[in-house]
């Protein structure tokens, strides 16, 4: 079993700044992928970043350039800074952790950003 505990979500003007943590405990194994995930109100949930042991990264166009993923593997944890947070950055983000095709998420935080 894995456990996934996300935190850092709120409430922030148009322009701020937030920072998304998920710490991950149970059988995560040596090698993994973990990242983050949102949905929208009404809207399919979509990719923002991810991240793998080894360091290489995947973002969505949409947060590239304002997003930054990291991870420290000694406390099995992943973190996403945000920047330049725009409106239809609102969405609930869900924590995720990937070992070979098994999939693991949180259970999500609200980011809304006002206008």
């Known amino acids: 079993q894995v456990q996934l505990v996300e935190s850092g979500g709120g409430l922030v003007q148009a322009g701020g700044s937030l920072r998304l943590s998920c710490a991950a405990s149970?059988?995560?194994?040596?090698?993994?992928?973990m990242g983050w995930y949102r949905q929208a109100p009404g809207k399919q949930r979509e990719l923002v970043a991810t991240?793998?042991?080894?360091?290489?990264?995947m973002y969505a166009d949409s947060v590239k350039d304002r997003f930054t993923i990291s991870r420290d593997n000694a406390k099995n944890t992943v973190y996403l800074q945000m920047n330049s947070l725009k409106p239809e950055d609102t969405a609930v983000y869900f924590c995720?952790?990937?070992?070979?095709?098994?999939?693991?998420w949180g259970q999500g935080v609200q980011v809304t950003v006002s206008s």
């Open positions: 995720m952790l990937r070992i070979l095709l098994r999939l693991s």
């Open positions: 149970g059988n995560i194994g040596s090698t993994n992928v």
């Open positions: 991240m793998s042991t080894g360091g290489s990264t």
